[in-house]
Structures are given as C-alpha cells and as structure tokens.
C-alpha cells in the first residue's frame, strides 16, 4: 500500500554517445578548474561556459525545436546535467532557467512569452532566478506579501523577496506574488519581470564563507506589463507547486558535495587506509543507490507520471547524503579546512563544509520534505 | 497478468499461510513443518530461478526474486532463498539438481574448503560454516577454489546454531568423495556463493523493512496517546518520513542486487546493494522499534520476528563493514578521475 517503487527507466540509446560528448566538452572546458572551484557545484557561475553549453544544444533540450530546443528525451538531459554536475561545472547562470523557469513557461506561459525566451535561454544567453521566499516568508510560501495591484495594461509590484540566488546576475525573475485578497492559496500569481525594470533594488546578502549568492531583492511600485503574467491570474500556489517538483527531482539534490569526494580519492592517493577505504566504500553505494533512485524519478518524469512524493524522498536521503561527505572526509585526512589554503583538498573540504546548511533548506526544507512524505504515507 | 503480478500474487497467498505467527514461533523452536514445505515445492518456487533447459519454469530471473521480497516481508520460515539460487547455481554450472531442500554454505581459513582429483571424482574436506538451515538440507552447495560442487549433508557432520532471528545457522563438516558429477567450474570467480547469498539477504532486508514500515504506519494510526493517534505528531510523522526514504533505499538497493544476481553476479553492484540495504536494515529497525514502543519488543508481536531477522540478515554474508571495504578498494584503485564512471557503470 505505501511501497514506492523505483523502476529503472528504459535504457536511452543514444545516451552513451551522449556521455562520451559531454565528457570530452568538460574535459577540455574545465582543464584548468581547481578542486575548491569545482566543489562550488552548482553555485559556480559563469556566463560564458553557459554560452558554450548552450550552443551544444544542452540547455532546455527536451523542449521542442520550435522554441529553440532539441527534442531530446528527459533521460538524455539527465545524463548531460549528472555529468556537469559531477565534473563541478560552473551551472548556475542557465541552471535555474533550464530546470524551472523554462519548462513552467512551457507549461502556463502564453504563445508570445515562450517565443521571447524559451530560445534566448535554451542558447545561454538569458538568465532567470526564483522569486519565492520573503523576508517573513520562508517554508510557508503561502504567506507571501509582495503584491501585484492591478492597475492600466499590468500590475504595479511591491514587496521584497530574499535568498534570491543570482539575482544580480539573472535577467528576468519569476515572481510569486499577491495579486487579489484570498485565503492563504487563493490570489496568488507569477509575473515574469525584467529585473532592470525601474523600482527594482538588487541587494548583496553575504553569505557565512564570504560568497554572494544570495540577494534581497526589493520592489517599488515596479511596473509589470499584463502580458508577462504566466498563466492564469489567481492560480499562483498551483503553478508554483508544479514548479517545484522540477526544483525538487534532479541529481543536483545529491551530487553538490561529490567533487569533495572525488577531491577526498585523490588526496588519500594509493596508499589508502582500512578506515578511508571502508568509509569512501560506504559513501560511494550511497552514491549509487541515490543515483538509482533519482535515475528512476526522471523516467517517471519523462513517462508523464507525477513523482513529486518520490522527489521528495530522493531529495531528503540526498540532502543528508550531501552533507555527509564533508564529516566523513575531515576524519579521514589531516587538514585544517580554510577557503585560502595552499591545498586544494583543504579549501575544497572548507567550500563544501560552509555550503552544506543550505543542502536541506534550498528548495524545501528537510521538515517541509518529510511532511510531504507523511502526507503520502497517509498521516496527514 | 503479467507474470511478475502471478509470481507475487502467489508467493503471498502460499506465505500467509505458512508464516503465520505460530509458525513463526514454532519454527524458532526447531519445529520443521513438512507440510509448509511442500505447499512451497508443489508451487514450483525452488526452481523458479533455473533456466527453462534446466528443468525450470522459464521466470525472468527479476520477477523470480521479486518472490524473495515477499519471503521477506512474510519473514518466511523456509530456507526458499538458499534452495533457489543453489539450484540456480547449480544449473549455471551445468550440474544435476538434486531433488529437495538446498542450502549454500561458505567456509574460509583454517577450515577452508579443499578438493582434489580423486579417481573418476572429488575428495573434499572442510568445514562450512553457519549454513542456514543446513540440518534440513539434503544437499549443501559451496565453492572451493574456482570449483562449484554440491554436496551431501550428513547427520553427523551438522553442528547446530542459531540466528539473532532463531533461524537456523548450523556448521557443516563436508567430507568425503564426490562423483564427477557434483562438482564443476563455478559459474563466477571470486565467491559465487558469497555473492548470491549478499544478494538475496538484500533482496529479503528489503521486503521485511517494507513491511515492517507498513505495521509501523497502522499502529502509528492506531494506537492513541495523549488523546490522539500518535501518526498525528509531528515528531511521529518525521520519523515515519525517514523511515520510508529508508525503504526506498532498500527497495533501490534490492533491484540492484536482483540485476546482478539475474546476470553473471558482479562483485561491485551486490557489494553497494548489501552496504545499503544493511544500513537502511538497523535505520529502519530501530525507527519501528522506536515508534511501536514496548509492545514492538514483545514476543507475540509480528515487528519482532522482522526486526530480529533484518539484524541477522545484515550481517550474513558480508557486513556492511566487509562489503563497503571491497567498495572502497575499487573506488580507491580507480582513482579520483575514476570515481564517477564507476558510479554510472555500477
């Protein structure tokens, strides 16, 4: 009654040409990419790899060709963004626009809005971030303050939103926000607006290693055309939702801290001891059953099922998967972790360390997860 | 129906009425039911993983295991897991199979299992040790060297034991001579008995921590506390969240272990599924032990009989300690550049 199975997806013919093309790319792209860059993961960003990426046809490549996309099948993405990710390639400038932001415009977005910016994102060339939390809105997205007045030929926009990642370098953002009176869920809406649009203020929020990822980003009366309204007006939480189960599926949710593993290897080299080889042994079939599990979550994806339970299971076991690696590789190599140290392991184990909090916060928190999980055990 | 939904449907119906909790309780007394048995035989499962030519019955090999999680999820009293794959084994190495109960046995050091040519057979002569349900087996299957061979059990040589779970783990002293046609070249290098029994211990962790999960969530919905049934806690209902992520985990790490035991057993893949499904085994234990509160500890509870079986399980076998080493071996020799193609190879 309550078994979750995981299927192994078909297997994808074209997908080992795939791989050996994705591989040869990044080896060339990212020679030169140290171990505490590549430990970044998916925060590492830089615009012009994401260019390069784009014109290989590996950003919204399952979309179709008319929209600037490649009609590949959602496995095959799945094997370039596994493969970016387990190189520690620089993603973050067309991750999110790749992974949410284009398919829910696929999805909601009208004829004219997938037109204007399915193709410039699938090239690499224009950046989304998420506009979700708010300074007093967190886990409960629900209670969401921003506000979107309808007034003349759009809306007029004010409220902050937080923990915006990228948001200085992202062109458009894809707002959650009030546009009627309603109860909790009713009256929500997403506009899709052009972050150099006046009234708009881009604020650094510093994180605890010293990087700027984050950002509040604050809105003052900002105009808002009507035709950048995705969707439809009031029908925000449901749009959202289904957003999130892109958030919330891919190997992105387990594979952030891998580069430290990878970095962990070749550091205890090949004079290794019986407890480095029994605790990388037991992290690497976390590794692999994880990569099973979220494997079987795209093929459910691809086949149009609606995995969002499995999601969230997956991402819960990866996020505590993820933060693992940092505690068991400190106890196995002597070194002190510092973002400026002369080793790369070192400032690698420090990037890791320092990013591993967010692991089960982003893109719902472990109790919003588990919550979701009960609610599909039938405790809620 | 497809053939796996006729495998399952019958495994379940034969199981839940030979694995009630009587018999549960009886068989941990070391009463052998004959009749459970038969039931068991008569629906052709001992040879539900020999290839048609063989003498089987044709099963995909994964929809035949599939069977083995239900055995689990029954904590089936039987050894139907070892008769299995030692008649699969036996039928991959080209041997007869003999007719009846199976087990598979391993032995190791000083009292590691030696053959020689002896005449037109075998002379062997060892000890294997901790073979389940070695006294009720007829015939015992094990490796030595890169040879598979099958032999007698005898009376005599059988010293009995017990498991965490009371299931029979008895040492088995094999001595003697076998005709040509009990041994042959085993069907993998490197420990095939090893190997598939790591595989089905994973694919059973996995069946009984699924169950164990579903009496957990009736109970957590059932049992009131506080003016409330307790699945109305949070703190319940975080635990029963983690719980399942376990048996997902385990439920991943059996397909694992099923492809390879339907291939040509591959170290590497059952090494990570046993690792796994051992891990989720004592998370998964101790949660439903944690949610049941006393009444999970007693006796007359089913929790106890599943809980004490995965403990068992997890260790038989191979210990998550001594599989993850082997991992770690192989991780470690393929060097960092190696390390993720590993992953996706596995």
Known sequence: MHQFEFPMPPVEPAEAALRREVRAFLAEKLAGRTPRERAQSWNGHDAAFSREVGQRGWIGMSWPKRYGGHERSALERYVVIEEMLAAGAPVAAHWTADRQSGPLLFKFGTEEQRQTFLPRIARGECFFCIGMSEPDSGSDLAAARTRAVPVDGGFRVTGTKLWTTYGHRAHYMILFCRTSEGKRHEGTSQLLVDLASPGIKISPVIEMSGAHHFNEVSFEDVFVPADRLIGREGEGWAQVMSELAFERSGPERFLSTLPLLVALVREVGAEWSPEAERAIGRLFAHLVVLRHLSHSVAGMLEAKQDPALQAALVKDLGAVFEQEIPEVARLLVAAEPSISARSEYAAALAVSMLAAPSFSLRGGTREILRGIIARGLGLR | ?346
């Open chain 2, 1 to 346: 129906m497809s053939e796996r939904e006729i495998l399952l449907g019958t495994a379940e119906r034969i199981f839940a009425g030979i694995a009630t909790s009587e018999r549960l309780a009886e068989a941990e007394r070391g009463i052998w039911h004959a009749e459970g048995w038969r039931v068991i035989e008569e629906a052709g499962l001992p040879l539900a993983l020999v290839p048609e030519e063989q003498g089987g019955f044709g099963f995909s090999p994964v929809n035949a295991l599939a069977v083995l999680r239900v055995a689990g999820a029954f904590a089936l009293p039987f050894p139907l897991a070892e008769t299995m794959i030692a008649n699969r084994l036996l039928a991959l190495a080209g041997l007869p199979l003999p007719d009846g109960i199976l087990s598979i046995g391993t032995s190791s050091g000083r009292d590691a299992l030696s053959i020689a040519r002896n005449g037109g057979g075998w002379r062997v002569s060892g000890r294997l040790v901790r073979v389940p349900w070695g006294r009720s087996a007829g015939n015992v299957v094990t490796v030595a060297g890169d040879a598979i061979l099958c032999s007698p059990v005898t009376a005599s040589g059988v010293s009995e034991g017990v498991s965490l779970a009371g299931e029979p783990r008895d040492d088995v002293v094999v001595e003697g001579w076998l005709p040509a046609d009990r041994v042959a070249d085993a069907p993998v290098q490197g420990g095939a008995v090893r190997l598939a029994g790591a595989a089905v211990r994973t694919i059973a962790i996995a069946g009984a921590v699924q169950r164990m999960l579903e009496l957990t969530i009736a109970y957590a919905g059932d049992r009131v506390q506080f003016g409330r049934t307790i699945g109305k806690f949070q703190a319940i209902q975080h635990y029963l969240a983690s719980f399942a992520g376990q048996a997902a985990a385990a439920t991943a790490a059996a397909d694992l272990a099923a492809a390879a035991l339907a291939g040509n057993l591959p170290a590497l893949p059952i090494a990570i599924a046993k690792t796994r499904a051992g891990e989720a085994a004592g998370a998964a234990a101790a949660l439903a032990h944690q949610i049941h509160g006393a009444i999970g500890l007693t006796y007359e509870h089913m929790l106890q009989h599943l809980s004490r079986r995965v403990w068992s399980w997890r260790d038989e076998f191979g210990s998550e300690a001594e599989w993850a080493a082997l991992i770690g071996r192989q991780v470690c020799s393929a060097g960092a550049d190696g390390l993720w193609p590993l992953a996706v190879g596995a």
